[in-house]
């Protein structure tokens, strides 16, 4: 099938996707070059039949496109959209809502941990599909019949992935476990990239109150840059070459060029001075502007055999459950959990991971619930409980 390369026949095709219940969008896109994904290709399917859009054909216009995807009140199904939809808010400001993903909804059914599209397809369907063109690049005109139809190709079958998993869902109670998940996806703050933050990607190890001063100026100068620019940022400056100069600043503005991964004459450049002033900045501030470094008094660092059993709860649980126990809870999760953090906004303290999962390892860390071996499987026990009675009751016992 063609590209819809026009705006008249974009809107008229759109209008006759309304009469569906529910629509299969991908999207394709390239990133490698810029800082901002460039959509390139978006492929939709309804009941109908599937087709695909060409962004980058001279004079279209997507706000067709976009009024579907935030206005019509219809379900749009993605499979890992979390790119997708950030590609679509930074072109309009707003989200596509109502969403579903099939990869979370496989997650909380039980198909494994980020289960990859293909891996989906098949096990539901039974269906093989050509990813021969993954790598292709998407950019590029003309596009080929062959790259189209393998687009095409993620749209089709999501359709009786979604219907297949939605009905799962329902007969297993689990839609609102998912509608909590969507509701994060379509959260505008989930994709607001705030430049004050971007230090907290760096890998610092015990930085001093200065070095993390710098690490704050340094970081939001390099993703103001990007972003303005429109590149990478490593393409900006190196993470490499960023930690070098927190880690130990320049004396003078030529010896930016002596730094690792910096080129000659990069303190001369518009870039190298812009750099430079930031790190004047930070070298003037008096101690008691500095950020404060907050060290958590009476709280030892978790040991590894807490986490491991907080890990070893975790994966009998969630296998009892049949979800993915990656969805159910975090590394991060565990680690606050073992050091004695007790705040809101664990996710596994509230809600579907509280009865999967919070509650009792709550129980371990106060010392109400222990493992044992019997019979060459791992029980959990509770005081006053045998070993025995806890593996019978665990193996007559049902999950919805």
């Known amino acids: 099938m063609p590209l819809i390369a026009d705006t008249e026949t974009l809107r008229q095709r759109l209008e006759r996707a309304k009469e569906s219940d529910y629509i299969a969008i991908d999207t394709e896109f390239m990133r490698d070059r810029s800082y901002w994904s460039r959509l390139c290709l978006v492929q939709i399917a309804d009941q109908q039949g599937a087709f695909a859009i060409d962004p980058l054909a001279e004079g279209l216009e997507l706000a067709p496109l976009y009024e579907l995807l935030n206005d019509w009140p219809g379900t749009k199904v993605l ?19 109502p969403i579903f993903d ?24 039974g269906r093989r599909i050509d990813k021969g063109a993954r790598f292709t690049d998407w950019a590029r005109r003309p596009l080929s ?15 009786p ?30 994709y607001q990239l705030d430049p004050a933050d971007a230090w907290k990607r760096l890998k610092l190890r015990r930085p001093s109150p200065r070095q993390l001063a710098r690490a704050q100026a340094l970081a939001r100068w390099r993703e103001e840059e990007a972003q303005s620019r429109d ?23 030529k010896d930016l060029d002596r730094v690792r991964g910096i080129g000659q004459g990069f303190h001369a450049s518009r ?10 900045e930070v070298e003037a501030l008096p101690e008691d502007r500095l950020p404060k470094i907050e060290h958590k008094k009476g709280r030892r660092p978790p040991t590894p055999p807490v986490v491991d059993l907080l890990k070893l709860l975790l994966k009998i649980r969630a296998d009892e459950a049949d979800v993915a126990p990656r969805l159910v809870a975090g590394g991060d999760d565990l680690e606050r959990l073992a050091r004695g953090e007790r705040d809101a906004d664990i996710k596994v303290l509230n809600g579907w991971r509280h009865e999967v999962f919070g509650r009792d390892a709550l129980a371990l860390l106060e010392g109400r619930l222990a493992f044992t071996a019997c019979d060459g499987r791992i029980v959990i026990t509770r005081p006053g409980r045998d070993a025995r009675q806890e593996a019978a009751g665990a193996a007559g016992s049902t999950e919805a």
């Open 79 to 97: 499979h890992a959209c979390r790119q997708d939809m950030e590609i679509f808010y930074h072109a309009t400001g707003r989200l596509p809502h």
């Open 102 to 125: 099939t990869q979370v909804a496989a997650m909380v059914l039980g198909y494994g941990d980020s289960v990859a599209y293909d891996t989906l397809v098949h096990r539901i369907t």
């Open 145 to 159: 019949e062959r790259q189209v139809e393998y687009a095409l190709a993620d749209v089709i079958h999501l359709r």
């Open 161 to 190: 992935v979604y219907e297949r998993l939605s009905a799962e869902l329902e007969r297993r109670g689990r839609s609102a476990w998912v509608a909590e998940e969507m509701a994060i996806l379509t959260d505008p703050t989930t």
């Open 231 to 253: 590149v990478p940022r490593n393409r900006v400056l190196r993470d490499e070459a960023l930690l070098e100069i927190i880690a130990h600043p320049p004396k003078r503005p």
């Open 271 to 280: 870039a190298g001075r812009a750099l430079w002033r930031r790190l004047e």
